[in-house]
């Protein structure tokens, strides 16, 4: 315990904080083969293998309707030689840093879209014309903001509040097969202003798409991974949010799931049904779909569900 002295003169004790026993690392990397292609008896054999006390972790992360459950191993300092080669976050592996920097950002993205936007509300992709492309990222990054601030300043005059947004900026580098710079943005809007007046206030580029969104039974996923999506050319993509949104729910436990659990579901695929319905079934979410992946070396599993929540359900 630290002890310190408080305004009284009194000692006083601090608790320490708790440090966290597993090491990090990238079980999405590390977990990328679908046990769907394999036989039957290549699964009982990985099955085998894997019969160390491994401790599973359940990952919770709620974005508006929508619920993802991750359950996956976690090692600790005796058995980190389980964890696969490179897929270890540490200082000296900056690739491995990056990937997952990357990765988070784009789930980020996606999950505060679907945590704060609906069918009422707007996407826009807003181009330029050839002859006012911006010189530099920086010069496009000045070119959007600049636009939300009419939006805003729009939106004060007719007695609305700020909007509520997320905007990606696309900058894709010139190379062989595609000559001259190209930029353009996708914006995500709140439904407030009318679709005519967003791109009147845009005033660099004329080919402009915008529409209403549409959900499905993943919510807003499906377009979020489309504006998101990493391009083959050499690129720059930086997405940005306005103040106040609301903050997707993350958790994590490692009582929910446990070795023989996520070996049931690997065996009969059923059973993850079952166990997401009775854990999540009373709280309203209904199942969507599931994958199980594995890593060869260590013969462990990797668990990855969606639930759904009907909209007048949520809390």
């Known amino acids: 315990m630290n002890r310190g002295i408080d305004m009284t003169g009194k000692s006083r004790t601090k608790p320490r904080r708790?440090?966290?026993?597993?090491?990090?690392?990238?079980?999405?990397?590390?977990?990328?083969?679908?046990?769907?292609?394999?036989?039957?008896?290549?699964?009982?054999?990985l099955l085998k293998r894997?019969?160390?006390?491994?401790?599973?972790?359940?990952?919770?992360i709620r974005s508006g309707e929508?619920?993802?459950?991750?359950?996956?191993?976690?090692?600790?300092?005796?058995?980190?030689?389980?964890?696969?080669?490179g897929c270890r976050i540490k200082k000296d592996n900056r690739k491995a840093m990056n990937n997952l920097n990357d990765k988070n950002s784009r789930k980020a993205c996606e999950r505060i879209i679907n945590t704060n936007f609906g069918t009422r509300?707007?996407?826009?992709?807003?181009?330029?014309?050839?002859?006012?492309?911006?010189?530099?990222?920086?010069?496009?990054?000045?070119?959007?903001?600049n636009y939300m601030?009419?939006?805003?300043?729009?939106?004060?005059?007719?007695?609305?509040?700020?909007?509520?947004?997320?905007?990606?900026?696309?900058?894709l580098e010139a190379d062989d097969d595609h000559p001259g710079i190209r930029c353009h943005h996708h914006v995500v809007i709140d439904g407030a202003m009318s679709m005519d007046r967003l791109e009147e206030l845009w005033a660099h580029g004329d080919r402009n798409e915008t529409r209403r969104l549409h959900k499905d039974e993943y919510g807003l996923t499906g377009m979020a991974n489309y504006i998101t999506k990493q391009p083959r050319r050499k690129h720059?993509?930086?997405?940005?949010?306005?103040?106040?949104?609301?903050?997707?729910?993350?958790?994590?436990?490692?009582?929910?799931?446990?070795?023989?659990?996520?070996?049931?579901?690997?065996?009969?695929?059923?059973m993850i049904y079952e166990y997401m319905k009775k854990w999540y079934g009373a709280k309203g979410y209904f199942f969507t779909d599931a994958k199980i992946y594995y890593n060869e070396v260590n013969a462990q599993f990797y668990v990855y569900a969606r639930m759904r929540k009907h909209e007048q359900m949520r809390d």
Not at 50 to 57: D, E, F, I, N, S
Not at 127 to 136: G, H, I, M, S, V
Not at 155 to 165: I, Q
């Open 18 to 45: 708790k440090r966290n026993p597993y090491i990090p690392y990238d079980y999405e990397q590390a977990y990328e083969k679908s046990v769907e292609n394999l036989k039957e008896w290549e699964t009982e054999q």
């Open 50 to 60: 894997g019969q160390t006390k491994t401790v599973y972790a359940t990952k919770e």
């Open 66 to 85: 929508q619920l993802e459950i991750e359950i996956y191993p976690d090692f600790s300092k005796r058995d980190a030689d389980q964890i696969p080669a």
């Open 121 to 145: 509300d707007i996407w826009m992709t807003l181009t330029y014309r050839n002859d006012d492309l911006p010189e530099t990222f920086e010069q496009a990054q000045r070119n959007v903001q």
């Open 149 to 171: 601030r009419k939006v805003n300043y729009w939106r004060k005059k007719e007695g609305l509040p700020n909007a509520k947004y997320v905007y990606i900026t696309e900058w």
């Open 236 to 270: 720059i993509k930086k997405w940005c949010a306005s103040k106040g949104l609301e903050q997707p729910q993350q958790s994590k436990n490692h009582y929910k799931f446990k070795r023989n659990h996520v070996q049931k579901m690997v065996r009969d695929n059923a």
